[in-house]
């Protein structure tokens, strides 16, 4: 793999070039500079295959694994380095990549976070972050960064961030990529897929013979519109189970009315035996509604909640889970909108690998009618 942190010859100019990736020298190797023929010869083969190998950029040069991994080898054996500001400065790019995120001490989408920031330094690229609860209104902030030509693209988790919309980012021509599941028009979005995980919380349930199972939480959108609601009715459906919309209770992410939904839910006429809570950052306030009605977790109440975090570990009752591949999104929305800002085709995608996992903490039992 290779490195973010570049070597330069002391003295040497930022911009001066080599004839392949723009960098006159890397390091000290065999008692000179390191460059990319170095590297070529090593391995055994062309500097353009090199350039390739570094680049990322292979679909124009033909090689096999054993080639690639072969060219990486020879990279750590030389300790070649890439000059990524100088390649930057060739290419009238910035090397840094924005990311607009709500909430940015979510730790379920720091998980996100950690991905794009993986794959920034995979690509030698800075991340920087802006959350989105912090933009004033009228401040213009994202137009005003990237109107300097401060960023090379943009991550966004929504489309508008203050009185700002993504359409600003596609006047100017700037690529971006929505974490989101794909969307109807022809923006490019990466994430994780909601309706497999969902899906697999009321699979489980339904397997322990519960049917009156409950969904609380949850993004504010229409209910035609929710991956997770159709992963849950999808659910439903193969089990023969009637969707009884009186169950979903789509409040947002905020504990105090995950309580209030969770006390409404269990004092309604035909209360459900099993609850699916939307997510594990508002986990606390459904559950402490739980058991502020006397209920006992899962001897009365069947509980597993979507996402999963090691703070599960360390609640009582500890909640089973779902564990989904966030991080993974994280880097692979990152990698698409390198290829977006590379020129290359890219399509919207649902990471489904690794596949959805449920943990069980023991909070589920079987349903005793």
Known sequence: MISGRDLVRPGASPTA??????VKGGCRYAGGM??????????????????????????????????RLRVEQAIQDTGYRVNHAAQSLRLSRSGVIAAVV???ANPVFELAIRGMHAAAEEHGDVLLLADALWIEPGSHLM????????????LLRSTQWGTETAEELTKRSIPYVILQNPRPDDSVSVWIDDAAGIGLAT?????????RIALVGGPLVP????????????????????????????VGYEPPDLATATRELLGSARPPSAL??????????????VLDLGLRIPADLSIVVYQDLPVADAMRPAPSTVRMPVQQAGMRAYTTLRRLIDGRRVQSALVTRPAPKLIDRGSTAPYAG
């Open 143 to 154: 137009s005003r960064i990237v109107g300097t030509g401060m960023v090379d693209g943009v």
């Open 276 to 289: 699916i809570i939307d997510n594990i950052v508002a986990a606390p306030g459904a559950i402490a509604a």
């Open 203 to 211: 699979t489980h349930l339904l397997g322990l013979g519960h049917r």
């Open 17 to 22: 070039y080599d004839e392949t990736v723009g």
């Open 34 to 67: 390191t460059t990319i023929k170095d590297v070529a010869k090593r391995a055994g083969v062309s500097t353009a295959v090199v350039s390739a190998v570094i680049s990322g950029a292979r679909g124009n040069v033909r090689m096999s694994e054993a080639t």
């Open 102 to 104: 709500p909430k940015i």
């Open 223 to 250: 209910i035609a519109s929710s991956a997770r609601v159709d992963g849950y009715r999808s659910a439903l459906r193969a089990a023969g189970v009637r969707f009884d919309r009186s169950l979903i209770k789509q």
